[in-house]
T-cell receptor
Framework: QQQVKQSPQSLIVQKGGISIINCAYE??????FPWYQQFPGKGPALLIA?????SEKKEGRFTISFNKSAKQFSLHIMDSQPGDSATYFC??????????????FGKGTKLSVKP | SQTIHQWPATLVQPVGSPLSLECTVE??????LYWYRQAAGRGLQLLFY??????ISSEVPQNLSASRPQDRQFILSSKKLLLSDSGFYLC?????????????FGSGTQLSVL
């Protein structure tokens, strides 16, 4: 029930295309859903996050779509660029004890954007 | 601005040797601090987190331990490393509460136990 299932494991997209990464969760107590971007040899960096009271959040070319009833959320990267090539992690957590840092991460999606 | 320092970047240790990884945060006070381990194909696993000096919570039973001797210092240790301890170790910090909390990661330590 604590798992976050992420797919696909790897993704190859042509430059200018749309990259879509999906995640699903079971625990309805989760109330925070961030996405992290990680380049090789670096730590992950927060990309965008969403709360369950909205169905979509957009920041530049990155959009999170959230389906509360289906317990699914996805990351869409519009106009994908070679510089977007990285590993993307979805995560979920619930607020207890005042700390949101007990994130449950998906296993990651390695995105390659071909020029 | 806040920065997080984690060292060393890479480490090769023999089985049975001790381990000490250090992480410090600058530019903030009383941060929440975390140690994660990342294994290939297995995502990020939370090992320890701390909400204050001397306050450590362990998420996964193992032969690793963590300490927070100062407000902005977090140390990951082991008395005797196992082969299975190999991985990419990440320190992270956060401020804020609830859904406004953001997690910031260090650059990681690649540990190889041989």
């Amino acid at each position: 029930q604590q798992q976050v299932k992420q797919s696909p494991q790897s993704l190859i997209v042509q430059k200018g295309g749309i990259s879509i990464i999906n995640c699903a969760y079971e625990n309805t107590a989760f109330d925070y859903f961030p996405w992290y971007q990680q380049f090789p040899g670096k730590g992950p960096a927060l990309l965008i996050a969403i709360r369950p009271d909205v169905s979509e959040k957009k920041e530049g070319r990155f959009t999170i779509s959230f389906n509360k009833s289906a317990k699914q959320f996805s990351l869409h990267i519009m106009d994908s660029q070679p510089g977007d090539s990285a590993t993307y992690f979805c995560a979920a957590s619930m607020n207890y004890g005042g700390s949101q840092g007990n994130l449950i991460f998906g296993k990651g999606t390695k995105l390659s954007v071909k020029p | 601005s806040q920065t997080i320092h984690q060292w060393p970047a890479t480490l090769v240790q023999p089985v049975g040797s001790p381990l000490s990884l250090e992480c410090t945060v600058e530019g903030t006070s009383n941060p929440n601090l975390y140690w994660y381990r990342q294994a290939a194909g297995r995502g990020l696993q939370l090992l320890f987190y701390s909400v204050g000096i001397g306050q450590i919570s362990s998420e996964v039973p193992q032969n690793l331990s963590a300490s927070r001797p100062q407000d902005r210092q977090f140390i990951l240790s082991s008395k005797k490393l196992l082969l299975s301890d190999s991985g990419f170790y990440l320190c992270a910090w956060s401020v804020g509460m609830g859904v406004d909390e953001k997690l910031f990661f260090g650059s990681g330590t690649q540990l190889s136990v041989l």
